[in-house]
C-alpha cells in the first residue's frame, strides 16, 4: 500500500528554485499572524484531465495528470478547540470557529457559502475516518479533534477547471489528520475520504479530481479506475519524434463556480444519467447496484457491466483489457440510438419519465430529485447517455493509442489520431453534455486553426480551462494566437502577469505530500 510522501525539503517540484521564496513569504506570514512557527506543511495539486469528462462520477476511467499549480497550508496543532483560517489572496478574508467542546462532527451551513465551508467539509470526512480507524484518538468520540492555525497559498485557478477545490480539500484533510497524530496515511485511504469531501458543499463529484492529485508523479500521467476499486495508475506519456509532444492548458478566465451553478449543471447532469441508467435497465429487466451520488439509483457503468454479466452471461470486465471494454462500449452506444425515440432524443418531462419508468411522479421525484437539489424544464437523457459511452469510448482508443505508440516511430500519426479524439470530446461536451461555453469554443478554435492537433475543455465546464495538444515547435503559435485572438480581444487590460498565468504549459507533476518543518526545507 503506497502512503502519502513526507519531504524534507521542496525536491517534488520539476523547478525548485522558484518555489522557495513561495514557501518563505508562506511560513513568515504564518508567524506574523499566529505569533508562531507552523510545525509542518501539506500540499496537493491541481490537476488537468487530458480525456474523459463528465464520466468519472459514472465508474468510467479516465486520463488526467497532475499539475505544477498547487494549494499549500502551513499548519500548527493547537491544545484549544479553534480553528483559524488564513490565506495569501487577501479576497479570501480570515475564518475562525470553535469545535464542539462533546467531540461531535460539525455541521456546514450550506446556504451561506464561503472558502472556510471547504475546510468544513475536509473537516468532517477526517473527523469521520478517525472515529472509524483511530477512535482512541477521540476517546470513541466524546474528545473534541486539536485545534489548527492554517495559513493557505494557492496558485490553482479558482473556477478554472483545475480542481483548485479538490486540491484545497485534499491538502486539508491531510492537515487535519496530521495535526491528529495519524503520520502515515495510504494514497488508498486518502482518496477514499477525500472523493465525497465536496458532497458536504451540494457538489457531487465523483473521484478523478481528488484521485488524480493524490497519485500524481513526474513526467507520468494517470489512469484513474473505479472498478473494481478506485486507483491513480501511473503510467508514462508517449515520447514522440521529431517533435516533442506539449499539452498546453488555456484559462478562458470565465468562472466556472461549481457550487452556485451545481443545480442547473453539475448536479443535473448526475441525476440525468442516474435517470438514464435505471430506464435503461428496466428494459432488459435488470436491478442493478445503487451506486450513483443519489444513493437511489445505478451508474451506466453499472448498467453495462449488469447487462454483460446477467443478461448476456459474460464473465466480469476488470477494465484492463481495454479491446473487451471498447467493444462493450460499442454494444452501448448501439443500444443508446435504439433505445430511446426521435421524439424522446429532443428531452423528457418528469411526467414523461415517470410514465417510461412506470412510476408515479411522487416515486419519481423521492427516488430522483430529494437527494440533491435540480432544475430542469426537460432532462435530455439521450444525449447524456450518449456523452458518457462516446467519451469512455475515446478513453480507450487514447490509451490504445497511448500503449500501441512505439517512440521509434514518425508521430505524425499519433498526434493527429490523438488530435481527433480530443476535438471529438470537445464536440461531444457541446453537443451532447452541454457543458461547454462560447469561450471553451472560441479557445479550443483558435488553437486548432494554429498550430494544435486538438483541444478540448477540461475539468466540470460551463467556463475555466481547455487543454490544447501541440508540439514545442508549434507551440510559440498557438501561445501567440491565444494571446492575439482571444484574451487581447476578450480582456485588453490584462496583466501581463496574469496573462502568463492564464496561458500554462502542462508538464505531469507529483502528487499530495506533507513536509516536515523540523529542519529547514531549503
Given amino acids: 500500500m503506497t502512503t502519502i510522501p513526507i519531504y524534507h525539503d521542496?525536491?517534488?517540484?520539476?523547478?525548485?528554485?522558484?518555489?522557495?521564496?513561495?514557501?518563505?513569504?508562506?511560513?513568515?506570514?504564518?508567524?506574523?499572524?499566529?505569533?508562531?512557527?507552523?510545525?509542518?506543511?501539506?500540499r496537493s495539486p491541481g490537476r488537468v484531465n487530458i480525456i474523459g469528462?463528465?464520466?468519472?462520477?459514472?465508474?468510467?476511467?479516465?486520463?488526467?495528470?497532475?499539475?505544477?499549480?498547487?494549494?499549500?497550508?502551513?499548519?500548527?496543532?493547537?491544545?484549544?478547540?479553534?480553528?483559524?483560517?488564513?490565506?495569501?489572496?487577501?479576497?479570501?478574508?480570515?475564518?475562525?470557529?470553535?469545535?464542539?467542546?462533546?467531540?461531535?462532527?460539525?455541521?456546514?451551513?450550506?446556504?451561506n457559502h464561503s472558502w472556510g465551508n471547504y475546510f468544513r467539509c475536509s473537516l468532517i470526512v477526517a473527523h469521520k475516518f478517525i472515529l472509524e480507524k483511530y477512535p482512541k484518538i477521540v476517546e470513541g468520540g466524546s474528545k473534541p479533534l486539536k485545534g489548527m492555525r492554517l495559513t493557505y497559498d494557492g496558485n490553482v485557478p479558482t473556477g478554472g477547471g483545475l480542481s483548485s477545490s479538490a486540491a484545497f480539500c485534499v491538502t486539508s484533510i491531510m492537515a487535519i489528520l496530521k495535526a491528529n497524530g495519524i503520520g502515515t496515511l495510504s494514497k488508498e485511504d486518502l482518496t477514499k475520504i477525500s472523493v465525497v469531501s465536496e458532497h458536504y458543499v451540494g457538489v457531487n463529484t465523483g473521484g478523478m479530481d481528488q484521485c488524480a492529485s493524490i497519485y500524481g508523479e513526474r513526467e507520468k500521467a494517470l489512469l484513474v479506475q473505479f472498478r473494481p476499486k478506485l486507483v491513480g495508475i501511473p503510467f508514462a506519456i508517449p515520447s514522440t519524434k521529431p517533435e516533442e509532444m506539449v499539452f498546453l492548458v488555456s484559462n478562458t478566465l470565465v468562472q466556472a463556480n461549481k457550487h452556485e451553478t451545481a443545480a442547473t449543471n453539475y448536479n443535473l447532469r448526475v441525476v440525468e444519467m442516474a435517470v438514464d441508467s435505471e430506464m435503461l435497465a428496466k428494459k432488459y429487466n435488470l436491478t442493478l447496484m445503487k451506486d450513483s451520488n443519489l444513493k437511489t439509483a445505478g451508474t451506466l457503468r453499472s448498467f453495462m457491466d449488469t447487462y454483460y454479466e446477467q443478461y448476456l452471461k459474460q464473465p466480469p470486465w476488470d477494465g484492463n483489457d481495454v479491446d473487451i471494454g471498447i467493444e462493450r462500449t460499442q454494444e452501448m452506444l448501439k443500444i443508446v440510438e435504439t433505445f430511446f425515440s426521435e421524439e424522446e432524443k429532443v428531452g423528457f418531462t418528469t411526467e414523461q419519465m415517470s410514465k417510461k419508468l412506470e412510476i408515479s411522479v411522487k416515486q419519481f421525484t423521492e427516488t430522483f430529485l430529494t437527494?440533491?437539489?435540480?432544475?430542469?424544464?426537460?432532462?435530455?437523457?439521450?444525449?447524456?447517455?450518449?456523452?458518457?459511452?462516446?467519451?469512455?469510448?475515446?478513453?480507450?482508443?487514447?490509451?490504445?493509442?497511448?500503449?500501441?505508440?512505439?517512440?521509434?516511430?514518425?508521430?505524425?500519426?499519433?498526434?493527429?489520431?490523438?488530435?481527433?479524439?480530443?476535438?471529438?470530446?470537445?464536440?461531444?461536451?457541446?453537443?451532447?453534455?452541454?457543458?461547454?461555453?462560447?469561450?471553451?469554443?472560441?479557445?479550443?478554435?483558435?488553437?486548432?486553426?494554429?498550430?494544435?492537433?486538438?483541444?478540448?475543455?477540461?475539468?466540470?465546464?460551463?467556463?475555466?480551462?481547455?487543454?490544447?495538444?501541440?508540439?514545442?515547435?508549434?507551440?510559440?503559435?498557438?501561445?501567440?494566437?491565444?494571446?492575439?485572438?482571444?484574451?487581447n480581444k476578450h480582456f485588453p487590460n490584462l496583466s501581463q502577469e496574469d496573462l502568463e498565468a492564464a496561458i500554462v504549459v502542462s508538464k505531469p507533476a507529483a502528487g499530495s505530500c506533507l513536509i516536515d518543518l523540523s529542519k529547514s526545507i531549503y
Fill in 371 to 487: 437527494e440533491i437539489p435540480v432544475r430542469y424544464d426537460v432532462m435530455r437523457l439521450y444525449q447524456r447517455a450518449k456523452h458518457v459511452f462516446s467519451e469512455f469510448l475515446r478513453v480507450l482508443e487514447t490509451l490504445k493509442l497511448f500503449r500501441e505508440h512505439k517512440p521509434s516511430e514518425n508521430s505524425e500519426t499519433f498526434l493527429l489520431a490523438f488530435g481527433r479524439l480530443m476535438n471529438d470530446s470537445q464536440r461531444s461536451a457541446n453537443i451532447y453534455n452541454n457543458s461547454s461555453s462560447p469561450h471553451l469554443e472560441e479557445v479550443c478554435a483558435i488553437s486548432v486553426a494554429n498550430g494544435a492537433y486538438g483541444a478540448r475543455a477540461t475539468g466540470a465546464g460551463w467556463g475555466g480551462s481547455a487543454v490544447h495538444l501541440t508540439t514545442v515547435q508549434r507551440l510559440p503559435r498557438v501561445v501567440s494566437a491565444l494571446k492575439n485572438q482571444y484574451y
Fill in 53 to 111: 469528462e463528465h464520466i468519472d462520477y459514472n465508474y468510467f476511467s479516465v486520463l488526467p495528470m497532475a499539475m505544477e499549480v498547487d494549494v499549500v497550508a502551513a499548519v500548527r496543532e493547537t491544545d484549544d478547540r479553534k480553528m483559524i483560517l488564513t490565506n495569501m489572496n487577501p479576497e479570501f478574508v480570515s475564518k475562525q470557529f470553535e469545535l464542539p467542546e462533546d467531540g461531535s462532527v460539525i455541521s456546514i451551513d450550506t446556504k
Fill in 10 to 42: 521542496l525536491s517534488f517540484y520539476a523547478d525548485v528554485e522558484s518555489n522557495k521564496n513561495r514557501y518563505k513569504h508562506l511560513l513568515s506570514k504564518f508567524k506574523e499572524e499566529f505569533s508562531m512557527d507552523a510545525s509542518f506543511m501539506s
